[in-house]
């Protein structure tokens, strides 16, 4: 079975500061990764998505995440935060029948000015 | 490509009442899923779709919960018997293919607040 793990529900930046939201995954395979932001009232729109073929996967909005199967972890990074990046993000994993995708609690990124 | 759509995009009604979402999914995407999604967490898969055959429905909530894709284009979501904790955002996705690794593709989503 897959699942995630988000590891902060809420993460504060000043803006121009580095982005960081961890994601911790479950799988007994290879498993596909992504990470999703919803603004308010939204639906969830695709950030990246790891699929194997790099373990470092660059995403919209100057977004990346790393895949690091030694650490289970598939942590979201920004270099300088914008006020615009104040969403919520969910890590996802799919397995390998891409029949359900698993979805973290969410973290809750706000910037301050 | 005008993405996955959802309608109503908010219902209110009253405790005992039938509601029903339609989802209509990215043109032809094969997989329609349906998630619900409440305050302060993550979406939570209730059912898929592969073209008209509903493959998983064992995350339905409870058999108030039904759904259907008829012609494996647009689907619906019903709840019968409506209760207060069945508010929430009924959130639905589409992706194509019938492989693995798919990008699911997100509507705006139906709020529903049941009074």
């Known amino acids: 079975a897959q699942s995630v793990t988000q590891l902060g529900s809420h993460v504060s930046v000043s803006e121009g500061a580095l982005v960081l939201l961890r994601c911790n995954y479950s799988s007994s395979v290879p498993p596909y990764l992504f990470w999703y932001v919803q603004y308010p009232n939204q639906g969830l729109q695709l950030l990246l998505k790891y699929t194997s073929a790099a373990t470092l996967v660059k995403g919209i909005n100057g977004f990346e995440a790393e895949f690091k199967k030694s650490e289970t972890s598939f942590h979201l990074t920004k270099p300088s935060a914008h006020m615009s990046d104040a969403a919520e993000y969910f890590c996802a994993v799919s397995g390998h029948t891409g029949n359900q995708f698993y979805f973290g609690t969410g973290t809750s990124l706000t910037v301050i000015p | 490509d005008t993405g996955v759509s959802q309608d109503p995009r908010h219902k209110i009604t009253k405790r005992g009442q039938n509601v029903t979402f339609r989802c209509d999914p990215i043109s032809e995407h094969n997989r329609l899923y349906w998630y619900r999604q409440t305050l302060g967490q993550g979406p939570e898969f209730l059912t898929y779709f592969q073209n008209e055959a509903q493959l998983e429905k064992s995350r339905l909530l409870s058999d108030r919960f039904s759904a259907e894709r008829p012609k494996g284009s647009f689907s619906t979501l019903e709840i019968q018997r409506t209760e207060q904790g069945d508010s929430a955002m009924y959130l639905c996705?589409?992706?194509?293919?019938?492989?693995?690794?798919?990008?699911?593709?997100f509507g705006e989503g139906s709020w529903l607040t049941v009074v």
């Open positions: 996705a589409s992706s194509p293919g019938q492989g693995v690794g798919n990008t699911i593709y």
